[in-house]
């Protein structure tokens, strides 16, 4: 359930509801805006009455959360959550891009995107040090030195880096060298990787699963909020279908449904979405005209010679055509997109 504690209610009257609720069985935590102070009650005690909860003093209202997820859910907070990360706010008026190859290389590979990108308005670099690859014999990734290299090549040109975790092991390895986490598709149901990113004070970033419904993708959500890390960005990414044409089917439904059932920001990745990079462009257009908070896009300064996922990989070129366009179409709805600078 969820108690609302009124306006201006003091602190003897919110310790008297938590001591309350947790006499009831229920874990309790806290959650205070500018004004009101916001209880979740975790617990399953159907027969319990909120009446008296209600009754107390100091208690605003008082509701169940009939959603399985718990603090993802927009009756837990209202407003939308704002995840600030170096330069960008993203759940905020801008649309957040974060850009870079599927995986880092080489330093010159990295060196360039990175420049690139920043010179287009990107303020994340995107790239995997760690790849998780449908075959055994492709490239895995430079692991822990190409992210440093990535972050070396962030730092020179003021950006964040955001790279994928695969394992529980890797997380006090790469959490120096990164400023988001990322879950990717085939981890978003690793409950033993959720929970040890629940205990970090970083941003994570949860990819929908390939399989996996709305509800599935929020309630892996609730595990890393639940041990205590609320920075949560979900990132719509493309569900397997049974259509051939495109690698995945991108579902941009999940914007609006995410944004009614939940206060976390939504961004979106056309790259992974479709597969196909002719198809990138007009997808991340639709993406940010579905009200996406941000989109993940993946560009490569040679992507005919790319290690992993080049024919997804954007030209230079066309990223800053990207990057013009969905411009033009969050000034439309009333957002903005970084400023371009390149030629």
């Known amino acids: 359930m969820v108690v609302v504690m009124q306006v201006g209610a003091t602190e003897a009257q919110i310790e008297a509801v938590i001591d309350q609720l947790n006499e009831n069985g229920f874990d309790v935590h806290r959650s205070s805006g500018t004004q009101q102070t916001v209880l979740g009650a975790i617990g399953v005690q159907p027969d319990f009455d909120i009446r008296h909860i209600r009754l107390l003093e100091g208690v605003g209202d008082v509701h169940r959360v009939t959603e399985p997820f718990k603090f993802a859910s927009r009756a837990w907070k209202k407003e939308n959550s704002i995840i600030s990360v170096g ?23 990295i060196e360039r995107t990175a420049a690139h990108v920043a010179a287009c308005g990107v303020t994340i670099l995107r790239g995997g040090a760690f790849k998780p690859r449908s075959s055994p014999y492709s490239f895995q990734g430079l692991g ?6 990535m972050r070396e090549a962030a730092n020179r040109h003021g950006l964040s880096v955001i790279t994928e975790v695969m394992d529980v092991a890797h997380i ?3 959490l120096p060298l990164t400023d988001i986490v990322q879950v990717g598709a085939r981890n978003m149901q690793n409950y033993t990787l959720l929970k040890g990113l629940g205990k970090i004070r970083k941003p994570v970033l949860l990819k929908r699963g390939l399989m996996a419904t709305i509800q599935e993708w929020l309630m892996s959500a609730e595990y890393i909020m639940a041990e205590g890390n609320q920075d949560i960005i979900l990132c719509e990414r493309g569900i397997r279908t049974f259509e051939t044409y495109t690698r995945n089917t991108l579902d941009l439904s999940a914007v609006p449904v995410v944004r009614d059932k939940s206060h976390l920001p939504i961004i979106v990745d056309p790259s992974h979405g479709t597969g196909i990079r002719d198809k990138v462009i007009p997808m991340a257009r639709a993406a940010v005209a579905a009200g996406a908070d941000g989109l993940l896009i993946e560009t490569h300064p040679d992507p005919e010679h790319a290690l992993s996922d080049g024919p997804q990989s954007l030209y230079f070129d066309q990223f800053e055509e990207l990057m013009r366009q969905i411009s033009l179409i ?5 957002r903005s997109v970084g400023k371009l600078q390149a030629t």
Do not use: H, K, R, Y
């Not at 330069?87 to 590979?109: F, N, Y």
């Not at 822990?144 to 290299?149: H, I, M």
């Not at 969050?330 to 009333?334: F, L, Q, R, W």
């Open 87 to 109: 330069d960008a706010d993203i759940g905020g008026e801008e649309v957040t891009v974060m850009a870079g190859p599927c995986a880092v290389e080489s330093e010159d590979q």
């Open 144 to 149: 822990l030195p190409g992210l440093e290299l």
């Open 172 to 174: 006090d390895s790469i």
């Open 330 to 334: 969050a000034e439309a709805i009333g």
